[in-house]
């Protein structure tokens, strides 16, 4: 009877790590990539390679969380690394769950994976709770976190949903020897309260915050203790109306603000902030940047007072504001000179764009999107600029003269243009007549006569999405003014790509400009 047991035990052991042997040589695995002693190994191997005991347990270190566990389940070897697996990922995808179930078989699975886990070696730990039905993680998470938040710790995500009890995380975690350790921290949908008595993050340079309860002095307590900080996201955070972001930040260079509606006071001062993004947060009154080497902004949804500090270094720039095509071209060429990339997401606009005698030199990629079209006023001109949602300009097919001879004028920087709602507005066509005549470096030019947002991407789909009535009728007008007065004129060296409705929504533009 032990020579069976035994050999039961040998038969399941090869077949775990055969499952290894197989997993290593797939495409992408870690260790089509490495140089280690279990790697080269592996390679040289037979199909029954005797290795080391730690080698093995590296092997399964490497290894996805559902093949991990099914080597584990095939021998006790591995059922022991199993327990000290470094890279705990638990969603409803990695313990496998379907999309339909329910939050109680989610905490069972995951409180059993952790009941069973020493704790010991945790590099990653990840919590997701996207996509799990009704489930409230409070009375499980503080078990949870005692097992694997332990010095040696480098990544802790903890993705939660809305519940009726908010989940208050305990800051004392983050000084129980974790300080040298952590480097990234993630948490949603939980309350934060950070004190004085925290101690420093010294490695911590990632931290992601979502519609987490924390006030603006524990915010900047938190940051204080973060001097190796170098990318910061806030999102959705209400509770917060003023965040000041310390000079003593000397490695922060990505800052992300979107949707805090509570935030009225937005103060940098970290001298290295290389990226800035604004979005959402509607009552936003005072914006300031006090680092001279900011080179990529973005501002959209917020009626602040910008006060940007020096943008000589700026190499990219995204806005989104009333009249934001007019501000663009009368003020950015003076101040923001050495622009790559504009990208301008503009409201009412009340006033034609200046034609001025200063260039973006540099630009290369610019984006024009003019919302609320309802404002403009049908003599708007389109020369200066790019986008509707409904044609309400003078057709390029009505009864009146030709197209409007502008006088040249050369670009050499600017290679990709995407015009997205293209329509047969006179103006727009000879926009679009200019830049393939006078940007010799264009190299691509793309022309959407609807919006991407519109767009029917399943063309096995038997539905298609909703598009405005009035786009769907000047889809094939556009069609007609790209054909007669744009394709004739496009250069050798440039690509044009035209978009247009699926079948059936073209079919049903033409079918309605014949009634």
């Known amino acids: 009877m032990p020579a069976k047991r035994n050999q039961k035990r040998r038969r399941r052991q090869i077949r775990a790590q055969n499952e290894l042997i197989r997993w290593c040589k797939r495409k992408g695995s870690p260790c089509q990539h490495g140089d280690s002693r279990a790697v080269k190994t592996m390679r040289r191997s037979t199909p029954y390679p005797c290795l080391p005991e730690d080698i093995w347990h590296h092997i399964h270190s490497l290894m996805p969380m559902r093949d991990a566990a099914r080597a584990a389940c095939l021998s006790r070897t591995f059922l022991q690394s199993w327990r000290s697996h470094p890279n705990l990922i638990l969603n409803k995808d990695t313990i496998g769950l379907n999309a339909s179930a329910c939050g109680g078989n989610f905490s069972r699975k995951v409180d059993h994976i952790m009941r069973n886990h020493s704790g010991i070696g945790v590099k990653i730990f990840r919590l997701e709770y996207l996509g799990v039905v009704g489930f409230d993680a409070s009375r499980y998470l503080d078990s949870w976190l005692q097992v694997v938040v332990k010095p040696g710790i480098e990544e802790l995500t903890l993705v939660l949903c809305k519940t009726k ?146 943008t000589l270094k700026m190499k990219k720039l995204g806005m989104g504001r009333a009249n934001a095509v007019h501000y663009a071209r009368a003020e950015l060429p003076s ?60 057709s390029v097919f009505a009864k009146s003269s030709g197209l409007r001879q502008i006088p040249e004028n050369r670009h050499d920087s600017l290679k990709t243009v995407k015009i997205s709602g293209f329509c047969s507005a006179k103006s727009l066509v000879e926009l679009t007549c200019y830049i393939l005549k006078n940007v010799v470096s264009l190299e691509s030019l793309t022309l959407d006569t609807i919006h991407g947002d519109c767009r029917c991407y399943l063309k096995t789909s038997p539905f298609c999405n909703h598009i405005e009535e009035d786009i769907l009728m000047e889809a094939p007008r556009a069609l007609s003014a790209i054909r007669r007065y744009i394709e004739k004129i496009v250069p050798t060296t440039v690509k044009l790509t035209v978009l247009e409705p699926c079948s059936r929504c073209h079919a049903k533009g033409l079918q309605r400009i014949s009634c």
């Open 165 to 310: 009890r908010e989940y208050n995380f305990p800051c004392s975690l983050l000084s129980d020897g974790i300080q040298n350790s952590i480097r990234y921290l993630r948490l949603d949908w939980c309350a934060l309260r950070p004190t004085a008595e925290l101690g420093p993050l010294q490695s911590l340079t990632s931290l992601r915050l979502r519609s987490v309860s924390i006030r603006g002095e524990e915010l900047q307590c938190l940051l204080s203790n973060s001097p190796a900080l170098e990318q910061l996201r806030i999102s959705s955070c209400t509770e917060i109306v003023c965040l000041k972001i310390p000079c003593s930040l000397q490695k922060l260079s990505n800052l992300t603000v979107i949707g805090c509606d509570s935030l009225k006071v937005l103060e940098n001062k970290a001298p290295n902030l290389s990226s800035f993004f604004v979005s959402g947060c509607s009552n936003l009154r005072i914006l300031e940047n006090k680092t001279p080497n900011l080179s990529s902004f973005f501002c959209r949804g917020v009626g602040a007072k910008l006060s940007l500090g020096e």
């Open 335 to 394: 101040i923001m000179p050495n622009l790559e990339t504009l990208n301008i997401r503009s409201g009412p606009e009340a006033v034609n764009t200046p034609v001025l005698p200063t260039k973006f030199l540099y630009l290369k990629h610019l984006s024009i999107s003019l919302i609320a079209v309802s404002t403009l006023s049908p003599s708007y001109d389109y020369f200066s600029l790019v986008q509707q949602r409904s044609m309400e300009h003078e």
